[in-house]
C-alpha cells in the first residue's frame, strides 16, 4: 500500500506523527512525505530537515511557496503552487492513499491540483468552523475533494455529511494529536528550557496568528497584543512562538521582535519547538494567550486555560477552559488575572477519543484490502 502525505508546516507534521511513527513499522506500507511550503523557509526553520531526520519514508519536495504575506503574494503563491503540483501528481498521482491535513492556503493548493489526476484524497480535521479565518473557504474545498474524512467530533461529522451528501467514509476518530495523549512521553522542561534559552520560572505561553478575514484590522490588533504582552511580562515571563505564513503575519513577527528587542530578559521568541518540546512547554506553562488551533484542540488535555484572542478560531467546538476575549488590552490583562486565581483546569477535551491512531489505520487498511481482493 503506497500512501503520500502532503505536510506543509510544523503544525500539521506534528499533528501527523503519531500515526507516521505506526505506519512506518508496517511492512507492506511504504510512506513518501510530500514536503512544501513553510517547511523549505528559512525564516520558518527549514523544518524539511526535521523530517528527513525522523525518515518515516522517502522525501519529495515541491516548491512555491510565497516570500511575503501580502495579500497579493499569498494569491500568486497559490497559484504557483497548483502549477507545481500540476507537475507533481502527473508524474506521482498512483499512491492508494494521499493525506491531507487542516485548512491552510497552501495545502488547499495542493490538493486541488490533484482533482484532474483523481488522487484518493484521505482529509483530516474536515467539518470545522473557524469564522475569522480564510482557512474555512480552504478546509471545505479540501472536504469536496477528499474521498475518506477523520474528523474529531461528531458535529464535525455531521458537517462533513451535511457537505459532500453522503454519510459514507466519514469517521470520527478524535484529534490525531491527542493520540495516547495520557501517557504520553514528553521530554522534561528543564532540558527544553535550556535548549532554548528560556530562564527559570512561570511563564505564558503565546501563539498569535493574523486574522486573515479581516487583513485591515490586524495593524492595529499586532500593536495591542504588543501592549499586552509589554505589561504582562512586568511579571510572568512570556514565551512567544512565531506565526505562520498567513497575510500580514510579518506584522506580528516584527511586533515580537520589537518586543524582544525592548525587553530581551522578558520575552523569549522561539521559531520551530517541534510538537514534543511544545507540549512540554505547554503543560509547563501557567496558561495560552493567542489565536491558535492548539489553543482550542489541545491545551485541555494539558489541564491548561486558554484566553482565545479575537475571531480566527470563531465556531469551533470549544472546551470549557476557552476564555474568549477580544483584541483589547484591558479585557486581556483581565482575563490573565481572573485565571491566575483559578487552580488547573478539570474539565476534559471535547477533542479526545481512545485509540485515534489505530483506528484510522484499520479503517485504510480494511478499505484497501477490499479494494484490491
Given at each position: 500500500?503506497?500512501?503520500?502525505?502532503?505536510?506543509?508546516?510544523?503544525?500539521?507534521?506534528?499533528?501527523?506523527?503519531?500515526?507516521?511513527?505506526?505506519?512506518?513499522?508496517?511492512?507492506?506500507?511504504?510512506?513518501?512525505?510530500?514536503?512544501?511550503?513553510?517547511?523549505?523557509?528559512?525564516?520558518?526553520?527549514?523544518?524539511?530537515?526535521i523530517i528527513k531526520k525522523d525518515n518515516f519514508g522517502e522525501v519529495h519536495e515541491v516548491e512555491g511557496m510565497p516570500i511575503n504575506d501580502e495579500v497579493i503574494d499569498i494569491a500568486r503563491g497559490y497559484g504557483e503552487l497548483i502549477i507545481n503540483f500540476s507537475?507533481?501528481?502527473?508524474?506521482?498521482?498512483?499512491?492508494?492513499?494521499?493525506?491531507?491535513?487542516?485548512?491552510?492556503?497552501?495545502?488547499?493548493?495542493?490538493?486541488?491540483?490533484?482533482?484532474?489526476?483523481?488522487?484518493?484524497?484521505?482529509?483530516?480535521?474536515?467539518?470545522?468552523?473557524?469564522?475569522?479565518?480564510?482557512?474555512?473557504?480552504?478546509?471545505?474545498?479540501?472536504?469536496?475533494?477528499?474521498?475518506?474524512?477523520?474528523?474529531?467530533?461528531?458535529?464535525?461529522?455531521?458537517?462533513?455529511?451535511?457537505?459532500?451528501?453522503?454519510?459514507?467514509?466519514?469517521?470520527?476518530?478524535?484529534?490525531?494529536?491527542?493520540?495516547?495523549?495520557?501517557?504520553?512521553?514528553?521530554?522534561?522542561?528543564?532540558?527544553?528550557?535550556?535548549?532554548?534559552?528560556?530562564?527559570?520560572?512561570?511563564?505564558?505561553?503565546?501563539?498569535?496568528?493574523?486574522?486573515?478575514?479581516?487583513?485591515?484590522?490586524?495593524?492595529?490588533?499586532?500593536?495591542?497584543?504588543?501592549?499586552?504582552?509589554?505589561?504582562?511580562?512586568?511579571?510572568?515571563?512570556?514565551?512567544?512562538?512565531?506565526?505562520?505564513?498567513?497575510?500580514?503575519?510579518?506584522?506580528?513577527?516584527?511586533?515580537?521582535?520589537?518586543?524582544?528587542?525592548?525587553?530581551?530578559?522578558?520575552?523569549?521568541?522561539?521559531?520551530?519547538?517541534?510538537?514534543?518540546?511544545?507540549?512540554?512547554?505547554?503543560?509547563?506553562?501557567?496558561?495560552?494567550?493567542?489565536?491558535?488551533?492548539?489553543?482550542?484542540?489541545?491545551?485541555?488535555?494539558?489541564?491548561?486555560?486558554?484566553?482565545?484572542?479575537?475571531?480566527?478560531?470563531?465556531?469551533?467546538?470549544?472546551?470549557?477552559?476557552?476564555?474568549?476575549?477580544?483584541?483589547?488590552?484591558?479585557?486581556?490583562?483581565?482575563?490573565?488575572?481572573?485565571?491566575?486565581?483559578?487552580?488547573?483546569?478539570?474539565?476534559?477535551?471535547?477533542?479526545?477519543?481512545?485509540?485515534?491512531?489505530?483506528?484510522?489505520?484499520?479503517?485504510?487498511?480494511?478499505?484497501?484490502?477490499?479494494?484490491?481482493?
Open positions: 500500500m503506497k500512501i503520500g502525505v502532503l505536510t506543509s508546516s510544523r503544525a500539521d507534521y506534528g499533528i501527523y506523527k503519531p500515526l507516521l511513527q505506526k505506519l512506518a513499522l508496517i511492512e507492506n506500507i511504504d510512506l513518501t512525505l510530500i514536503v512544501f511550503g513553510m517547511h523549505l523557509q528559512e525564516k520558518h526553520a527549514y523544518t524539511v530537515s507537475n507533481y501528481w502527473k508524474q506521482f498521482s498512483s499512491y492508494d492513499y494521499v493525506l491531507a491535513l487542516g485548512d491552510r492556503f497552501e495545502m488547499n493548493a495542493a490538493v486541488q491540483a490533484g482533482i484532474p489526476f483523481q488522487v484518493n484524497f484521505v482529509h483530516f480535521h474536515g467539518g470545522e468552523t473557524t469564522l475569522g479565518a480564510t482557512d474555512n473557504i480552504y478546509r471545505h474545498q479540501i472536504t469536496l475533494a477528499s474521498n475518506i474524512h477523520f474528523v474529531a467530533a461528531e458535529n464535525f461529522k455531521n458537517k462533513v455529511i451535511d457537505l459532500i451528501g453522503t454519510s459514507d467514509k466519514v469517521y470520527n476518530v478524535g484529534a490525531l494529536s491527542l493520540d495516547n495523549i495520557d501517557n504520553m512521553k514528553l521530554p522534561l522542561w528543564e532540558n527544553v528550557r535550556c535548549k532554548f534559552s528560556i530562564p527559570e520560572g512561570k511563564f505564558i505561553l503565546v501563539t498569535v496568528h493574523p486574522e486573515t478575514m479581516y487583513i485591515d484590522s490586524n495593524k492595529n490588533y499586532s500593536k495591542v497584543i504588543y501592549k499586552a504582552l509589554e505589561l504582562l511580562s512586568e511579571s510572568t515571563h512570556i514565551v512567544i512562538t512565531l506565526p505562520n505564513a498567513d497575510a500580514m503575519g510579518s506584522l506580528y513577527r516584527q511586533e515580537f521582535f520589537t518586543l524582544k528587542d525592548n525587553y530581551p530578559n522578558r520575552v523569549s521568541l522561539i521559531n520551530n519547538f517541534g510538537k514534543e518540546n511544545y507540549f512540554a512547554a505547554m503543560k509547563a506553562s501557567e496558561f495560552l494567550l493567542g489565536n491558535t488551533s492548539s489553543g482550542i484542540i489541545e491545551a485541555a488535555s494539558f489541564e491548561k486555560y486558554v484566553i482565545n484572542l479575537g475571531d480566527r478560531q470563531a465556531g469551533r467546538l470549544r472546551s470549557a477552559n476557552i476564555i474568549d476575549v477580544p483584541f483589547v488590552i484591558d479585557e486581556i490583562l483581565q482575563a490573565a488575572d481572573n485565571i491566575k486565581s483559578k487552580r488547573n483546569y478539570k474539565g476534559g477535551n471535547k477533542y479526545y477519543k481512545k485509540n485515534t491512531v489505530n483506528t484510522i489505520i484499520q479503517i485504510l487498511t480494511k478499505k484497501w484490502t477490499t479494494k484490491n481482493i
